[in-house]
């Protein structure tokens, strides 16, 4: 960001702070379909037998049962599960119906024996699911002649189905028992259990745990100036009311509260982000955040001196909020989302701002661009003579999901979407909780075959603080899967594979992790939706959130693509998308990325969009009725010439570039500033690039050159006046066409 030092020199790692995980045990429970398997068929439907690693046992017997409908009270689903031949489970008349049992664990599956009364299906389904909601056919069934038969299948889950399509009789269905088999513990590849505890880097902690201070003072002092070391913590706080401590958040540290509401967890004291470290400059003041409690700061203001990739969700301040370093340095951020501020907010000598479905009790002034969306206490928009620009509502947006605890129990919070949103989602928290029995929790040393194995049998996501080397893609394919991180959750793709794809599935939430690229480049870092997905996905889109992209700093790293978004209807909530400027493995063509985001599906929508430094378009969006709200940018410093980047007859590619091709695109508060330190000759044409169309319209957009490294001869396509020289003015527009 402006005025990094690009030379910077990065201490050397410190040795790892032994800190006990004092986290509350969490039993590991399983929960979770399903590894679609092959079925062998034979013409009847039936086996021959079952395979050899098929146990003789009855899974099922006498485990929870529940049905679609029961004819009366004497034919329980219960019965179908009892082991006693003459009791039996019966449906009311008519299609479709169905009977399962909950097998209490996840477990290999192998055989299903079923016994049916006269009142048999012809066809039907034998299924598997991780929570009883989502299901999965292991064993499709045409032709039926009822009786006794059993039936191999293969795959995975807790729950199992018999789910029946097509009745023999007018009567209803009817089975006298369910045998389900499972593996024997030496056959096939053990299921991935859910639940369990949350690993060594995440630290829990309450009210009377002892040396409190202390516990983030240390965290502190390892992670302080340590932009690119391995350290990864998140600080858990159990509900109830703290007292005297400040909480100093350094590189990838990150705190939440544990309660459902934000003020179930109270703070009399300060989680404090300051520029200590870097001489009072908080622009490199990154990855770190804060989530979900409520704060009375010791002296009046909480201080949140941040730059990019430092998100402040859910919090509820109880007093003023400080966005600036001690001494009122150089400060780049920042994100606010969801949260609830009595005071007023100071961003003084932060540039620019992103703050989203809040309340503030006011705010004082700002640099360059302050937007705001669905903030009750928002300033009225002053774009053409201030910084200021006001959407009274959001026009979509779901929060991010995160963990609680219900009792002793861990659970994620999926909050519901909201439309033409204004103030904050809490306390009436509309939304799902999920066991954490459905998440896999990765740890340090999980491999992406075991990731890709949870994934498929249905469970959902929760990674642990840490680096996660990556050898092959994570698949996200199933709806609704949650992709959850904690502490900056770190993933590196090794030897040229993309780290994530997401099926064209409804309401996948991908939150809360950094992907690193790796040293072969990869073509997409994170891919949305496969080339060509067409699915509505407006009642439930697929949600984006804290999400960060790096492309070197840390070391090499190569990516053509960092985000490739192709689905329809996404809602990406605050990224930041960085080709490093700074660090080790940075260089022109050392850590070459040609672009950060491209949007190819429909009714795209950003909010909060930071992407920087790329070697051609920062944002390139192909997408039709895409929108975005609040865009911050820096073309890359490390430009050897302009003729490197000339195209088509153009000087530089400009941040934002809305294809020839669309008819529809909307944008409000967007920034973009050139800092050519290889260069300072260069002068881009602009910092925007969009078809002139009726339907296209551009709100609030500046460009500005960093003390005259490099200049903008134009604000969009031709349109705006140069930048001036060494003054770092912004040139605006405040309306195009």
Known sequence: MRLRSLGVALAAAAALIAL??????????????????????????????????????????????????????????????????????????????????????????????????????????????????????????????????????????????????VRSTGYGYSLWEVAVHTESSDGGTPPVQGGGDLGPNVIVVDPSTPNLQQRFDQVFAQQESNQFGAGRYQFLLKPGTYNGINAQLGFYTSISGLGLNPDDTQINGDITVDAGWFNGNATQNFWRSA???AIRPSHGDDRWAVAQAAPFRRIHVQGGLNLA???????????????????????????????????????????????????????????????????????????????????????????????????????????????LDQFYVVKPGATAATINQALSQGLNLLFTPGVYHLDRTIDVTRANTVVLGLGLATLVPDNGVDAMHVADVDGVRLAGFLIDAGTVNSDTLLRVG???????????????????????????????????????????????????????????????????????????????????????????????????????????????????????????????????????????????????TADPTIVQAHGFQVPVKSGIKLHDILVISLGGQGQYAHVVNNTGAPTSGTSTVPSKVVQFP
């Open 325 to 435: 370093p001690n001494g009122y340095g150089w400060a780049s951020g920042g994100y606010i989302a969801d949260s609830k501020i009595d005071g007023t907010v100071g961003p003084y000598s932060q540039q620019q701002w992103y703050t989203r479905d809040s309340s503030v009790g006011g705010w004082t002034n700002g640099v360059w661009n302050m937007t705001f969306t669905g903030v009750q206490g928002a300033p009225a928009t002053d774009f053409a003579t201030g910084s200021y620009t006001t959407l009274d509502t959001t026009p979509i947006s779901r929060e991010k999901p995160f963990l609680y605890l219900d009792g002793s129990t861990y659970k994620v919070f999926a909050p519901a979407k909201r439309t033409n949103a204004r103030g904050v989602s809490w306390p009436a928290n509309a939304g799902s909780s999920l066991p």
């Open 20 to 165: 006990p995980a004092t986290q509350s045990p969490v039993a590991a429970a399983a929960g979770t379909p399903l590894s679609q398997g092959r079925t062998a068929t034979s013409p009847s439907g039936q086996s021959a037998g079952a395979a050899a690693a098929c146990g003789t046992g009855n899974a099922a017997l006498g485990k929870p049962a529940s049905a679609s409908s029961t004819e009366n009270a004497g034919t329980p689903a219960s019965a179908a599960f009892d082991g006693d031949p003459g009791t039996r489970w019966s449906s009311a008349f008519s299609d479709p119906q169905w009977v399962q049992v909950d097998l209490g664990s996840v477990q290999n599956l192998c055989k299903v024996d079923l016994t049916w009364e006269t009142a048999y299906a012809k066809e039907f389904q034998i299924q598997a699911s991780a929570n009883g909601q989502s299901w999965t056919t292991l064993r499709s069934v045409t032709g039926a002649t009822g009786g006794t038969a059993s039936y191999d299948v293969s795959g995975s889950g807790r729950y199992l189905r018999v789910h029946g399509t």
């Open 530 to 676: 496969q080339p060509g997905s067409s699915a509505d996905h407006s009642a439930n889109p697929t949600t984006v959130q804290d999400v960060f992209v790096r492309i070197g700093g840390a070391g090499p790293g190569l990516a053509t693509n960092s985000v490739v978004v192709n689905s329809n209807n996404v809602v990406i909530d605050h990224t930041w998308l960085w080709r490093a400027d700074h660090g080790s493995g940075v260089g022109w063509n050392t850590n070459r990325a040609d672009y950060g985001l491209r949007v190819n599906g429909n009714d795209v929508l950003a909010t909060g969009l930071f992407v920087e430094h790329y070697n051609k378009y920062d944002v390139y969006w192909n997408g039709e009725r895409g929108r975005t709200i609040f865009f911050q940018n820096e073309k890359a410093y490390d430009v050897p010439n302009a003729a490197a980047i000339t195209h088509d007859g153009i000087v530089g590619y400009a941040a934002y570039k809305v294809a020839d091709t669309v008819n529809t695109h909307e944008a409000w508060g967007l920034g973009s500033y050139c800092n050519f």
């Open 291 to 293: 989530e979900n409690l």
